[in-house]
């Protein structure tokens, strides 16, 4: 079993730039891929990055260029760096972990908030 905690999530003016970080309860990144989903009221949720056991990462094109998904694996803690926020960029952030061949996981979402 793995616990996926999300913290950095808040209120922020558009323009402004927002730090999420997702703590695993123990080192899995060399079995999965870590994720940052999000989810807008009456939307379905979506894939805005993720990093790869190898370090590669993946973007999707409404966020590309400002944000950054990173991490530390000594602290098993997954960043993502939101930079130039949108009103658009307004939703639940989740952290996700994927594996083809072992079960994934969740974390419980942090809200994202950008006024305009």
């Known amino acids: 079993q793995v616990q996926l905690v999300e913290s950095g999530g808040g209120l922020v003016q558009a323009g402004g730039s927002l730090r999420l970080s997702c703590a695993a309860s123990r080192s899995i990144f060399s079995f999965y891929i870590m994720g940052w989903y999000r989810q807008a009221p009456g939307k379905q949720r979506e894939l805005v990055a993720r990093?790869?056991?190898?370090?590669?990462?993946y973007y999707a094109d409404s966020v590309k260029g400002r944000f950054t998904i990173s991490r530390e694996n000594d602290k098993s803690t997954v960043y993502l760096q939101m930079n130039s926020l949108k009103p658009d960029d307004t939703a639940v952030y989740y952290c996700?972990?994927?594996?083809?061949?072992?079960?994934?996981?969740w974390g419980q979402g942090t809200q994202v908030t950008v006024s305009s």
């Open positions: 990093i790869f056991s190898g370090g590669s990462t």
């Open positions: 996700n972990a994927d594996s083809p061949r072992l079960p994934s996981y």
